[in-house]
Structures are given as structure tokens and as C-alpha cells.
């Protein structure tokens, strides 16, 4: 305990000197398409100090050729500002950086797509760096000048703009926002692409949790804008740039948002819940697996319905009309059966534009006209990437494993906070049965008929017309050994372990004796357990739980007789001694009451 605010002000941590430059604010607005360049220059500089000194050369440094360090505090701040420098209110993280999300099949999005997902996580990430900045003693931080000036100027563009968040934002204000983040970002970059100064100044924590608050208030303003009326709430949008301001396209929705929601922890016990009951009500739940995709399925037009005119447009629009009746194929053509397509070698509509601009007495306006029917043909601005292309690889009418996971953790966590706030059964019982649900979705339940292999091997997805695809050890292993320490209530607080479940359930105990055998990487090894208990390891040491009136522990070492401990905690030292796998602890048993159980 206390580790990690120590390295708060210790300059233990390093920059990575990166050769790649990102425009400014006003070349993304044009085109984030192209927002980022290759510094070859510095990257010769870089391959000839990793010659010198290996890869060590890759560090940032500073003028006098000393690697430029950094306290964690620092470091958390520079990925929290970069992140809020990218804000969209009532959007999400604009995501320009040419860099995909955690989903690579929607990595169609970078550009114009804005992550409501990273803005859930910067959501929790915030509330994180706020509890460990008030565990902290200190009352100032060293801080590089350069994060420092970056620091205050997206403070300050919140502080001036902090009455959006008020009602709808209007394209107006959210230009006028976005331009002076945008500035202070591009300010940020631009100094240290040149080097960072080695200067360093004070900032004091308790403007920088002012801050944290700030920026909060900010993100649940956003995250409140984006849910749907069906109850579920907006992954990712679309930026639309306008003469007269920046407007947000809404995608369709995705499981992936609803847990970047969940576990946000922007939602109480009940709207948590009602989040959950909207989600199985949804296109997203697959009744008969039990379980949710990551995006509705839909039926994908054939390759001779793609490419086709409205005819009303056509009707409608005297240039293409010339263009048919001149008989010229340059831009749009006619077929046998007479439905209008636009040239197949225009790949997008920027290339559509170019052409037009280089053709003669095309005025701006037609090509402006023609360029949004293009658009309304191919809607090439909503492709998201193989997520609404395929029917595969976590594509259309896929079941990613991974995500449903998460899922599951996020409800388990909404559940503890629940309960740790004092929720009544009232709020309790319908998050548990909701917990249940998912967690009987999961391939593991299924048998291999269903599941389409051996249900304990990890799959990466189901798709809609197959069993599981594609196996490996996959996140989803993470996200469930994480989840069942949920549920056996194994708990880690200042350093002390405390066993306190409140997922577990009655019906898991053991009905009759069994001799257990287990390995912690050595032999083989046996324990007898009674009727009424239960058993997992826990860093190496076997942990018993068994049925009994009162909460105690017995701890066997290597003592005659084992040392009894009041309640469910294991003090410091025992825990420690646990954490560094001493061996001087041979068996744990935790007697828990059973009226502290879940019941079926």
C-alpha cells in the first residue's frame, strides 16, 4: 500500500521518441484522413543513437543528450489531456490519430469516427486518478513545462465553455469548443515534437482535481446525450464538418458501448439494470444462443443491387442528364436495363470531387450535388470496416466471446458497487439474475453440439451461421478468471485480502465429502473436504471455504495449531505473506455463514 503514490513525484519513467508528426487542428478538421506524417529525419536520428547505444536510443532526450524522464503523475496526465484535447462533447474521442479501437473490425472509423467507448473509459480512468491523488499526501507535483501549459489550456477552454453542458449542444458551440481544444493540443505537440525543455514546474492537486471534476462533468454530460431512446446507449458516431458548425452522425448500435457504459461507472444500481434489460430486449441479444452480438445482423445488398442512382436523382439532376444523353462514361453511365452508375474507378467520393474540379464549367454547386449523391449511393462515411462488411471475423451476426465477457465482469462490477453501497434486495436480486443470464450465455454452458467444439476451449467468435471460429487463448480467459474471483469475493484493499462474496451461490458448496487434488506446480497434492465447502488456490495456498454461523478464519502454517481470526480479512502481514508466495502458509479456511449466500 502506498507504492504507487510514491511514484507519483519519482521521476522513474521515460518518453519514447516516436517519428511520426500529427497535423494541426485545422489540417485534421480537412482531412483526418490524412493526419498523420513520417518524420524521416528523426527517425535517421533515432536508428543512429540505437547504433550507439542499442534500444535504449529509442528514448526521448533531452538537448543535452540525457534520456528526459518523468514522474507517474505526469505520465497519467499526458494520457488523460491527450485524450480530453480530442473531445467532442456530445460525440466522443475523436479518433484522427489513424489508430483503431480495441475492436479492429470497426477500424474503418478512423477519421471521422468519434468513440464513445474511450470516453466511458477516460470516464473510469479519471475516477481512478482522483482516488489516488486524494490517497496522496502531497500537495503539489513536478510537472514538465510544456504538460504544465497544456494543462492549463484545456482547463481554461473548460472553464469557458463549461455552460454547454447545459442542454443539447448546439454545431456552433461544439465548432467553437473544439477549435480552442484543438489549438491547445496542437500548441502541446508541436512544442515537444521539437524537445522537451527539461524545465519543470509546480501543480497544485488541488487544482488538478478541480480539474478531474471538471472534466467529468464534461464526459457524463456527453455520455447522457447519447443514449437512445430504445434505453441503450451510442458506441461510436460520426463527425460532420458544416460551414456552420460541427454536427454528430449517430452509428447503429453495439455491444461494445453498453459495457464501456456499464463500466464507466456513470449509471447506478437502477439505471444499470434498466441499461441491461434494454440490451436483452434489443437486435443485439441472439435468443437462440442465449447470448449478444456485437452489432444487429442485417442482409447486405448483392453486388448487382450496389452502384445504382435513385432514379429520382437521376430525374432530378439536369448535369447527369447531360451527361447520359451526350453519351460520355466519364462520370456516370447508363446500363442495358437502364439504371444509372457512377464510373467504378472512383474509389471515394474525395477522388469523385478532384475529377470534377479538373473538368470544365462544372460549377460548385453541381459538383457539391453530385458529390452528395455519390454519398447517399455508396454511404462510404458509415463503413465501419469488416464489422459491416463480413459475416465473420466479428463481423455481421457475430457473438465475440471476448466482449460478452465483459460484459459479464461489467454487471459483476455494477453488483458489488451495489452492494457496497447498502443496495436493497429490491435492487440486488434483478442485477443478479441478470448476472446469471449472462454468464449461462457463455460457451462454457453449452454443450459441443451448441457450441460447435470442446465448450472449455476458448473461441474467438460465433458466427450466425456456424459454430466457434478461430481459437486461442483469447482476452475472454482474462476477463472470466477476473469475474469468478467476483464471485468467490476475494477482495484486495491496502494491501489486506478480505473474502466477502456476494455472487456466490449456496448451491456450489459441496452436498457430500470428496478428497480434492490439486497442484500449485509441484506434486500433486490432496485435501479432504467436508459436505457444505468449497475450494480454489489463491497464490499458490489452498483456500477453503466452508459453511458455518459465524464469519472466521483458520490460518495453518507451520505453527501446531492454526491461527483463528474474527470476520473474513487477513490482516497486512499474512496477506503479504500470500502476495510473495512465502510458503510459510499452507491452507486457508474462511467459515462463512450461509445466510450470506445467494440462494438459487
Sequence with gaps: PGKITGYLTTELFVYADIPYRIEGYQSLLNDPDNSVNYDDMRASLIAERCAQTGSDGKLLTLANGSVCRANLLEKLLVTTLVKLGNLVPGGGIWMNTRRPEWNDANNALVGYGLSMVTLCYLRRFLVLLEKLLKADSIEAYPVSDEVLEFFEGIHKVFEQFSYIQNAAINPVDRRAFMADLGLSAETY???????????????????????????????????????????????????????????VENLYEMLEGQVAVLSSGYLDDKQSMDLLTALRSSRIYRSDINSYLLYPDRNLPLFRDKNIIDPSLVRENPWIQSELASGRTRFVEEDINGDVHFNGRFRNVRALSDALEQEAGISADTRS????IYESVFNHRQFTGRSGAMYKYEGLGCTYWHMVSKLLLATAE????????????EHLSPLL?????????????????????FPIDPYSHTTGFSGVQQPGMTGQVKEDVITRFYELGVEINQGEISFSPVLLKRSEFLSEPTTWKYSVGGDLQSENLVAGSLAFTL???????RLARESSIQVYSDRE?????PGTRLDATLSQSLFKREKHIKKVVINLPSDKLRNE
Design 561 to 565: 495449531t492454526p491461527t483463528s481470526i
Design 414 to 425: 455494477v453488483i458489488k458497487s451495489a452492494d457496497e453501497d447498502h443496495a436493497g434486495s
Design 369 to 372: 450535388a453530385l458529390c452528395s
Design 539 to 545: 497464490c499458490g495456498v489452498p483456500v477453503i471455504y
Design 433 to 453: 439474475e441478470r448476472f446469471d443470464d449472462i454468464k449461462e450465455g457463455l460457451g462454457l454452458h453449452m454443450s459441443p453440439a451448441e457450441y460447435g467444439a
Design 189 to 247: 505537440r508541436e512544442s515537444v515534437y521539437g524537445g522537451f525543455s527539461g524545465s519543470k514546474s509546480s501543480l497544485n492537486k488541488a487544482e488538478l482535481l478541480e480539474f478531474i471534476d471538471l472534466s467529468r462533468s464534461f464526459l457524463d454530460h456527453s455520455i447522457g446525450q447519447n443514449q437512445r431512446e430504445d434505453g441503450l446507449f451510442h458506441s461510436y458516431n460520426l463527425l460532420q464538418v458544416k460551414p456552420d458548425g460541427i454536427e
